[in-house]
């Protein structure tokens, strides 16, 4: 048979690694739908194939998701009621296969059928046909297959802009108004875009619902498959997912939480407040999308704004598509546009949850002296060192919500300490000595830092754990350090400033008595038992 070729592995239908060759652009935004700017782009990319590939037919269809197949052009081939194989994420190389015998057994000497790739998934197809026999070979394949790549993001563009348009407007001549050139439409699409989001801001109740709401209004304008509205988290210096967040206090979700070296907000954005990016898996910037999955698809393309008020970051406006190369420099413009009008929204949702936090500590601080006098007195009026720590550790996690204390003295060298835990009655020179050398915990031994903020995760059930933050701060009598107290808190806990003052004035409770402890030990002299342990 005329024009065999071996169809057997995802290459033939467009899903290579061969760079895309240049194609028409066609740029068509949300509802101003065209048909003579569709056939003058597919017109244009026709004449762009046909030296290297000729043909007397070119069908092109585009796939928008919702299993049907839109013929693009020629209009001529709908008479013809040529089925067209669908994509389940991909359409199969055999269909494509048989697709080419049917048009050949019609009649055409030669014919090409190739899916257009675009991330994992087939967005489009185009059928190739010339009246000659065995003229596609080789060397048209690959050259249609450069075409097809490079079609991927406008197709994949147009593909989730149809699923916007009504039905009726896929047909026939749109109205005057409605036409590419008619000097109103991106006013009148403007005035419909901002309209949708004011809207969405009004009635959002949850970062969740003013996030889809974005995406649903955005996605005839600007495609795309995620969105993300991402804020700065004050008290960890990172960044919260804001619009994945649907319930519950604002930042207590750890899995939210994105580390600033994960997500560099002031390098990708720049200046300009902008960013745009054709493949965020090969970016050179580092990480671009705030929450890649290695589970899920990967987010490629990617655009987005930042949301500023008054000369200051709020958040960050981020859209998403799963195939690279999606965005132009009109989207760009369109989040520059919209940015101010979301701004005060997202601003809203955070300075929510700062007001509630402060109301908290509040609370905590009013309850304070009276916890304090009491742990004083604890420790004035218990001559057992043991059960005074135990009592006071007691009533400071009233003042200081945390899950676990210990001190740490000095002993011997600079870096050595004893680790020393509320209710322990064993002497402290039958302690082991722990060197902290090059730790935080060392920094504050020797006033280098007032005080060390650390983040962890740790071990709970087998292959998960609980995310974790401790908080060190110096032991301090007569302005000299002599140990350091720890407190640690799991789960979504995390500590401020407010936190960091509360748990010095706890310390500085503690110091005298447990000094008096450690200059008592260290008068009996070194123990012969006495462990060293390194760090």
Do not use: C
Not at 61 to 87: I, R
Not at 365 to 391: D, N
Not at 506 to 521: C, F, K, N, T, V
Request: aromatic share 4%; hydrophobic share 40%; no cysteine.
């Amino acid at each position: 048979m005329a024009n065999a070729r071996k169809l057997d592995s995802p290459q033939e239908h467009g899903h290579s690694d061969l760079p895309s060759s240049p194609v028409p652009v066609l740029r068509l935004r949300g509802t101003m739908w065209d048909p003579v700017a569709l056939d003058t782009w597919r017109e244009a990319l026709s004449s762009l194939v046909r030296p290297e590939v000729p043909h007397e037919l070119m069908g092109l269809w585009l796939f928008p998701g919702d299993g049907e197949a839109v013929l693009l052009g020629p209009s001529d081939l709908a008479a013809d009621h040529l089925t067209v194989p669908l994509p389940d994420p991909q359409v199969d190389p055999a269909d494509l296969w048989r697709l080419e015998e049917r048009v050949r057994d019609a009649g055409y000497g030669s014919s090409l059928a190739m899916a257009v790739p675009h991330g994992d998934r087939d967005v489009g197809l185009v059928l190739l046909a010339t009246l000659d026999a065995d003229k596609y070979h080789d060397q048209e394949v690959s050259f249609l297959r450069g075409i097809v790549a490079g079609l991927g993001p406008t197709m994949a563009r147009v593909a989730q802009q149809w699923d916007h348009q009504p039905a009726a407007e896929h047909q026939g001549e749109p109205p005057l108004y409605r036409r590419r050139n008619e000097p109103g439409r991106a006013l009148l699409e403007l005035r419909d875009l901002l309209a949708d989001l004011a809207d969405t801001v009004a009635i959002s109740k949850t970062p969740a619902s003013l996030a889809a709401g974005l995406s649903h209004a955005l996605s005839a304008v600007v495609p795309h498959d995620r969105i993300e509205i991402v804020v700065p988290h004050p008290p960890r210096n990172d960044f919260y997912r804001l619009g994945a967040h649907e319930e519950g206090p604002l930042f207590s979700h750890s899995e939210l939480s994105v580390k600033a070296e994960d997500f560099d907000a002031v390098g990708l954005f720049g200046d300009d407040g902008v960013l745009i990016v054709d493949d965020a898996t090969s970016d050179s910037r580092g990480p671009v999308w705030p929450s890649q999955d290695p589970a899920s698809e990967r987010v490629k393309a990617v655009v987005g704004a930042r949301l500023g008020l008054e000369g200051r970051p709020v958040g960050y406006l981020l859209l998403g598509s799963l195939g690279p190369g999606m965005y132009r420099d009109e989207d760009v413009e369109a989040l520059k546009t919209i940015a101010p009008l979301i701004a005060p929204r997202v601003q809203e949702f955070s300075l929510a949850a700062q007001v509630k936090t402060l109301k908290s500590h509040l609370g905590v601080l009013r309850q304070a002296p009276s916890h304090m006098g009491r742990m004083a007195q604890l420790l004035a009026t218990t001559a057992h060192l043991g059960v005074a720590t135990r009592m006071f550790t007691e009533e400071a996690s009233a003042v200081l919500p945390f899950e676990r204390l210990e001190f740490a003295l000095r002993v011997g060298r600079e870096d050595e300490v004893v680790v020393v835990s509320p209710g322990d009655a064993r002497p402290l020179s039958d302690l082991p000595v722990v060197d902290v050398s090059g730790t935080e915990l060392a920094r504050v031994l020797r006033s280098e830092i007032t005080h060390a903020l650390a983040a962890a995760t740790v071990p709970s059930d087998p292959g998960a754990g609980t995310p974790s933050a401790a908080l060190v701060v110096p032991l301090r009598v007569a302005g000299r350090v002599l140990g350091t107290m720890t407190i640690v808190a799991t789960g979504d806990t995390s500590f401020g400033p407010a936190d960091v003052v509360l748990a010095q004035q706890l310390a500085d409770i503690a110091a005298p008595h447990l000094e008096l402890y450690r200059r008592a030990a260290l008068s009996s002299g070194p123990s012969g038992s006495r462990r060293r342990i390194g760090r």
